[in-house]
Each structure stands twice: as structure tokens, then as C-alpha cells.
């Protein structure tokens, strides 16, 4: 079993940005490949980034260049810093453990950590 805990969301204004924090209950250098995924009320959950344990990133076309993901494996803590925040960024955001190319590792979800874009 693995629990996540995301944090770090908020109310900001477009063009705003937002660091989000996701704490997890073991190592995340085991899990392997990690990501962050995020929903919209009415819409499936869809894929952000991801990040494997060489630090090779990928990410969702309409976050490239804005968002950086990363991970620290000693704190088992990934990362999501994301800037030039814009109104269809919001959402809730949720981290997993990744199976390639993007589809969640584990069943079970935290949270999740809301982000509201908005003036």
C-alpha cells in the first residue's frame, strides 16, 4: 500500500505561479517513474508530467515550457513548479507512481492539492 499527501495549491491569478509538494509514503526510488495528474469537475483525470529516477522528464503538450517537474528520492517528495499559470490549469492535482507511458501505478489516490486559476 502507498499513500500520497499533495499540497501547495491555491487561488492565483493568471499568469501566477504555484510550487506543489507530494509526500509519499515509501520510496519513491522503488516506485520508479513518478507523475503528476490532474482533474477537472466532469472530466477524467488526465496526465501532467512525469519524472523517472535518471530525472528525464515529459510532459502534457499544453504545460511544456511552463511547468517543471521533479523529485527528491531522500525525501521521497515529488515536485510540480509551475509558472505562467493560466484559467484552463485549473483543477485538482494528484501524484502516482507511473507505468509507461503515463497510466497510474497504484489504485489508490490522495487528496489531491486544488488549483484555482483566476482574476
Known amino acids: 500500500q502507498v499513500e500520497f499527501v499533495e499540497s501547495g495549491g491555491g487561488l492565483v491569478e493568471p499568469g501566477g505561479s504555484l510550487r506543489l509538494s507530494c509526500v509519499v509514503s515509501?520510496?519513491?526510488?522503488?516506485?520508479?517513474?513518478m507523475g503528476w495528474y490532474r482533474q477537472v469537475p466532469g472530466s477524467q483525470r488526465e496526465w501532467v508530467a512525469t519524472?523517472?529516477?535518471?530525472?528525464?522528464?515529459d510532459y502534457v503538450e499544453s504545460v511544456k515550457g511552463r511547468f517543471i517537474i521533479t523529485r527528491d528520492n531522500s525525501k521521497n517528495t515529488v515536485y510540480l513548479q509551475m509558472t505562467n499559470l493560466k484559467p484552463e490549469d485549473t483543477g485538482v492535482y494528484y501524484c502516482?507512481?507511473?507505468?509507461?507511458?503515463?497510466?497510474?501505478?497504484?489504485?489508490?489516490w490522495g487528496q489531491g492539492t486544488q488549483v484555482t486559476v483566476s482574476s
Open positions: 502516482n507512481g507511473v507505468e509507461r507511458p503515463t497510466t497510474p501505478k497504484f489504485d489508490s
Open positions: 519524472v523517472s529516477t535518471g530525472h528525464l522528464k
Open positions: 515509501r520510496s519513491i526510488f522503488s516506485i520508479g517513474i
